[in-house]
């Protein structure tokens, strides 16, 4: 009983620390109203992101359908500074990706069109792939079209951002305790990010 209750317990942690993707939440048509992704990162492996378990990632899955093609996805994020991934999936063949870049004030720091790098998920070199080094602090990116467009209606994508250095999050003591049993363990594998 003992054995197959302990089975049971480390299947379900195992099948919970699988990478999941997080779906865009409306209304993030905006800097105002960018949709936080601090505390969804993750080193979950998944062969669609580069160095998925050595830098911490969350990956969105989003479309222009909510908001009817008229506007752009933006997402805010924090970093402890280094490089940043983002990387545009299955963007290709109704989506050619343009990515904005802003400071925490919505100054623009820069924008990404092709990334011409066919790594797994990237359906047509026309998919972002950007890196870019930042000083640490927080920041929004936006997913809109070529040319610095908005999104089209049925267009649909997945963004992965990936840090290098993120910003650790601090578990609640009620977590901390879990650390005396395997359920500890399976938390530590979960770890948060910022």
């Known amino acids: ?51 998925s378990t050595t830098w911490a990632h969350a990956s969105v899955r989003g479309n222009g359908n909510d ?24 963007g290709m ?10 400071d925490a004030g919505g100054v623009p720091i820069g924008s990404h069109d092709d990334g011409g790098v066919l790594d797994n998920g990237t359906i047509h070199g026309w998919d972002s792939y950007w890196d870019v080094v930042l000083a640490a602090g927080d920041y929004v990116v936006s997913v809109g079209k ?3 467009d908005n999104l089209g209606r049925g267009q649909d994508y997945v963004l992965h951002i990936s840090l290098e250095n993120p910003v650790l999050v601090p578990e609640p003591a009620s977590l901390a305790l879990m650390g005396l049993g395997l359920a500890g363990l399976a938390a530590l594998r979960r770890r948060k990010y910022a």
Not at 93 to 102: A, F, G, P, R
């Open 67 to 90: 908001d009817f093609g008229q506007t752009r996805d933006f997402f805010r994020f924090s970093t402890a500074g280094g490089h940043v991934l983002f990387d545009i999936d299955y």
């Open 1 to 51: 009983m003992k054995r197959t209750l302990l089975a049971t317990f480390l299947a379900l942690s195992m099948a919970t620390a699988q990478a999941a993707y997080v779906t865009e939440i409306e209304p993030n048509n905006s800097f105002a109203t960018a949709q936080n992704l601090n505390g969804l990162f993750t080193l979950d492996a998944d062969t669609d992101i580069t160095n």
């Open 93 to 102: 063949n109704d989506l050619d990706s343009w990515l904005n870049l802003y």
């Open 146 to 148: 070529f040319y610095n």
